[in-house]
């Protein structure tokens, strides 16, 4: 990959994200992918939000990325990994690795309450 983009995880990065990326099968051809092109390529779409076929043509093609996010997303492996670098980084500030407080912050609305016969319009006719 030539072009660095500023989602591109850095070598120390990926040390820690690539154990947890699915490893290579002992049956089947070989990959061709690189999986931390594959990452960053993600990482790319879910930053810029942009769709998976307008991905730049320095990433893998897009269907093979859509198709690595689709299956770790789907077999966990995006939870999992979530999760454990979460307590690695909690662990690191000298925190419990799973917090034990958690704060819900939400607005409310007030409506005009209406109902009965006088919430329907009367049909036109």
């Not at 061709?32 to 790319?44: D, E, H």
């Not at 770790?72 to 670098?85: A, C, P, Q, S, V």
Request: proline share 6%; hydrophobic share 40%.
């Amino acid at each position: 990959m030539a072009t660095n983009y500023p989602t591109d995880l850095t070598d120390e990065q990926w040390l820690l994200v690539e154990p947890f990326v699915t490893p290579q099968r002992f049956c089947g051809r070989k990959r061709q992918l690189c999986m931390r092109a594959v990452f960053n390529a993600i990482l790319y779409v879910l930053r810029t939000g942009c769709q998976w076929r307008m991905l730049p043509a320095d990433f893998p093609k897009w269907y093979s990325v859509y198709h690595y996010f689709a299956r770790w997303r789907d077999d966990g492996t995006i939870e999992f990994l979530h999760d454990k670098l979460r307590g690695q980084v909690r662990q690191a500030a000298g925190k419990k690795i799973e917090p034990s407080v958690g704060i819900i912050d939400s607005q409310s609305v007030k409506t005009t309450e209406k109902g009965g016969p006088a919430a329907m319009m009367a049909a036109r006719r």
